[in-house]
T-cell receptor, first 112, second 115 residues
Framework: QKEVEQDPGPLSVPEGAIVSLNCTYSNSAFQYFMWYRQYSRKGPELLMYTYSSGNKEDGRFTAQVDKSSKYISLFIRDSQPSDSATYLCAMSAQSGNTPLVFGKGTRLSVIA | GAVVSQHPSWVICKSGTSVKIECRSLDFQATTMFWYRQFPKQSLMLMATSNEGSKATYEQGVEKDKFLINHASLTLSTLTVTSAHPEDSSFYIC???????????FGDGTRLSIL
């Protein structure tokens, strides 16, 4: 079993839809959880950064962490064509001493 | 803030050439910088971690004599691919982190093509 599992998609939705992206993980020591957006031929851009369980909202984006289920989610409300990109989840056990473990990324297309 | 600049964005060169890639944190001081490699439709693979003023720590399977990393200041790290060959062609991405407990911020990557 891989440490972090993420459905690669592709996921195609109409403009304005609510998008749900998810990752599951196996390492119960993970405490720091991130979502990155990566456009083609660009580096990842940090969207959300959360510690431990709970929800965090930033504009149209909401991140949820359920440590009991080892499951994290990113919701995008009112999706736009400009949201079309690959979304990577990433996590680490300790912020300083252990490397980030990435999911493989989910390719999202928002159709106008 | 938290802007990371990476240069060059694209380089094409002949086999046997050495290539240097720069990574700069523009609006913050980065105690730690990271270098990744990414193959098409794959996730990021960590190559090495460097702390300012210290030798880089390389991941298993990454040749330290092939991929030279220098982190001379809190805002600059360089990756030199020595005697590059076609199999070194890839997308190389750096990231920088202010301090422990802070997230990594990524540069826009360097597309390296070795002919």
């Amino acid at each position: 079993q891989k440490e972090v599992e993420q459905d690669p998609g592709p996921l195609s939705v109409p403009e304005g839809a609510i998008v749900s992206l998810n990752c599951t993980y196996s390492n119960s020591a993970f405490q720091y959880f991130m979502w990155y957006r990566q456009y083609s031929r660009k580096g990842p851009e940090l969207l959300m950064y959360t510690y431990s369980s709970g929800n965090k909202e930033d504009g149209r984006f909401t991140a949820q962490v359920d440590k009991s289920s080892k499951y994290i989610s990113l919701f995008i409300r009112d999706s736009q064509p400009s949201d079309s990109a690959t979304y990577l989840c990433a996590m680490s056990a300790q912020s300083g001493n252990t490397p980030l473990v990435f999911g493989k990324g989910t390719r999202l297309s928002v159709i106008a | 803030g938290a802007v990371v600049s990476q240069h060059p964005s694209w380089v094409i060169c002949k086999s046997g050439t050495s290539v240097k890639i720069e990574c700069r944190s523009l609006d913050f001081q980065a105690t730690t910088m990271f270098w990744y490699r990414q193959f098409p439709k794959q996730s990021l693979m960590l190559m090495a971690t460097s702390n300012e003023g210290s030798k880089a720590t390389y991941e298993q399977g990454v040749e330290k004599d092939k991929f030279l990393i220098n982190h001379a200041s809190l805002t600059l790290s360089t990756l030199t691919v020595t005697s590059a060959h076609p199999e070194d062609s890839s997308f190389y991405i750096c990231s920088a982190r202010r301090d422990r407990g802070q997230p990594q911020h990524f540069g826009d990557g360097t597309r390296l093509s070795i002919l």
